[in-house]
């Protein structure tokens, strides 16, 4: 079967660095999605991977490792406007979306 | 601008109606999807459409309909069969998933 796994909720300080982790199990993979989602909006696309590593863009960045079935979303810098939930999809063998819970971030000044 | 519109942004309807919520989008997308999301759960999926004239049931399509009769449009409908319709739905265009606004969905 397929799961995916992540935090329901975490806190962190303006201008610090906090690191959100998703777990997941899946027979077929075609690539990790991560999306920000602000209260009452639509999800908004944030990364992709589909090979191991480290993607970087801007102060958000999201690795990938397919051996352990774990990946993350490191935000830099924080800011107030960051305080969102943060979800974690996977693309499975047919190319649909397996959507985790979602982590909601708290940003304290 | 280009985009994926749903309207309206809330929407209030009588319990034993059936309410349709549209989904249009002009970025020339072949695959468009529609998920349903409730507080503090994952999005699921309703139905999505790969091509024009075709569509395929996702996790949770009982009490839902579709068509999908040109490649801009993709409207559910949300039937009197649906045990539990209040929630956020979700249009989305392409595999990567981009999102239309949503609608939100109360039945009184």
């Known amino acids: 079967g397929q799961n995916i796994d992540q935090p329901t909720e975490m806190t962190a300080t303006e201008g610090a660095i906090v690191q959100i982790n998703c777990t997941y199990q899946?027979?077929?993979?075609?690539?990790l999605f991560w999306y920000q989602q602000h209260a009452g909006e639509a999800p908004t696309f944030l990364s992709y991977?589909?090979l191991d590593g480290l993607e970087e863009k801007g102060r958000f960045s999201s690795f990938l490792s397919r051996s352990k079935g774990y990946s993350y979303l490191l935000l830099k810098e924080l800011q107030m406007k960051d305080s969102a939930s943060y979800l974690c999809a996977l693309m499975d063998s047919n190319y649909q979306l397996i959507w985790g819970a979602g982590t909601k971030l708290i940003i304290k000044p | 601008d280009g985009g994926i519109t749903q309207s309206p942004k809330y929407l209030f309807r009588k319990e034993g109606q059936n309410v349709t919520l549209s989904c249009e989008q002009n970025l020339n997308h072949d695959a468009m999807y529609w998920y349903r999301q409730d507080p503090g759960q994952g999005l699921r999926l309703i139905y999505y459409s790969q091509i024009v004239n075709d569509f395929q049931k996702g996790d949770i399509a009982e009490g839902y309909s579709v068509s999908r009769e040109k490649k801009e449009s993709f409207p559910l409908t949300v039937t009197s069969a649906q045990k539990n319709p209040t929630a956020f739905y979700l249009c989305a265009g392409d595999n990567e998933q981009f999102f239309g606004p949503g609608t939100r969905l109360t039945v009184l």
């Open positions: 991977n589909v």
């Open positions: 899946t027979s077929g993979f075609n690539g």
